[in-house]
């Protein structure tokens, strides 16, 4: 025998219910120091992040695994190949996306901090003034890059953050401007 049950649905409960979930919540806070000291802490202490770039072949999205540094103004810098795959989409585009944050072991990967910076990429070659201090400070905090720095086929790229979306952990969101993060 099936028993089917019946429950009476408050008219009022329904009605307010939907009156909110027709208003616009904004889920962005407001910037604010604390934002802005996550945000620079997650660029500072990155080691790498995720590195997308449209491939100029096919306009598709691509997403590459990258060591990353800062430079003397905190700003993030790779040391890439020219046989990289991003390399040519760079080169060809410097309009890209970082994201930065690693999470721990612990918990749900989607609490923890990232930020996602929306950038514009500028390579900084052997010929360039800035390269050899460059050189010295990524060296000095990627040691493991002394063994192909010197290649040939291998340039530094400067990240310029035109702006950040910064997800501080579940309800945490911000958007910060290039100036937030000077």
Do not use: W
Request: proline share 7%; glycine share 8%; hydrophobic share 40%.
């Amino acid at each position: 025998m099936c028993a089917v049950l019946t429950t009476k649905v408050n008219p009022r409960a329904v009605s307010a219910y939907s009156q909110r979930m027709a208003q616009k919540i904004n889920p962005i806070r407001p910037t604010d120091d604390d934002a802005i000291a996550l945000a620079r802490s997650l660029i500072d202490d990155a080691a790498f992040g995720a590195l997308g770039v449209i491939a100029p072949e096919t306009g598709a999205p691509v997403v590459s695994r990258i060591a990353v540094a800062t430079n003397f103004d905190g700003v993030p810098v790779s040391l890439i190949s020219d046989l990289a795959n991003h390399s040519g989409a760079l080169k060809a585009g410097p309009v890209c996306s970082l994201l930065l944050g690693e999470p721990t072991n612990r918990g749900d990967p989607l609490t923890h901090p990232r930020i996602s910076l929306h950038c514009r990429a500028e390579f900084v070659t052997r010929d360039d003034d800035g390269y050899g201090p460059l050189r010295e400070r990524y060296a000095m905090l990627r040691p493991k890059s002394k063994l192909y720095i010197g290649f040939a086929d291998f340039n530094f790229v400067v990240f310029r953050t035109v702006r950040a979306s910064l997800n501080g952990g579940f309800g945490k969101a911000y958007e910060l401007t290039a100036d937030d993060l000077r």
